[in-house]
């Protein structure tokens, strides 16, 4: 029984469980795990969240939502993806609000692609103010992105960034 190993007082044990349960399909777990993503724990957080989204609890994703102003940048990271793979189009504006404030790379390019996926053209300007990022792959998912969102507003500084920079900068 793995259910109740999510209530037990050791963490890594819980984060285990939660986990377990996502691959699994153990759809009976979803009130359980949504419980688990205010836990004292960021690796319960964590693996709650992944859990969700591959269980596909769509009914999560206010509670998903929270999770982008967590103090832990794994959660975080946890919770853009998993919206993303909800296609959860609400957490968009929350996820572009919070792409300027994420001081990771890694994370600020995930926010980046989830932006893409969810067609969110609002996200623009954040996105372009990434054209100035000192990081040349958070440069690149931008430039990416910008392509994938089609926003011909963004033609303008697409081409002063474009003749600001040569070939091989590119």
Not at 36 to 56: P, Q, Y
Not at 96 to 109: M, S, V
Request: with cysteine.
């Amino acid at each position: 029984q793995i259910l109740p190993l999510l209530h037990d007082e050791d963490s890594r044990i819980r984060a285990a469980a939660a986990a377990t349960l996502g691959p699994w399909r153990m759809n009976r777990a979803i009130p359980a795990l949504h419980r688990l993503v205010v836990d004292r724990c960021a690796d319960v957080r964590c693996s709650a969240a992944k859990s969700l989204g591959l269980l596909g609890a769509r009914e999560t994703a206010p509670a998903l939502l929270q999770l982008l102003d967590d103090e832990d940048p794994e959660v975080r990271d946890a919770a853009v993806m998993v919206l993303g793979w909800m296609e959860a189009r609400e957490a968009a504006p929350r996820i572009a609000q919070r792409l300027k404030l994420e001081e990771f790379r890694r994370y600020r390019e995930r926010m980046i692609d989830v932006l893409a996926d969810l067609q969110y053209k609002e996200s623009v300007p954040q996105i372009l103010d990434l054209l100035g990022d000192p990081d040349p792959s958070v440069v690149q998912a931008a430039l990416e992105t910008l392509g994938a969102l089609g926003d011909r507003k963004a033609v303008p500084r697409l081409e002063a960034f474009l003749e600001s920079h040569d070939d091989e900068t590119l």
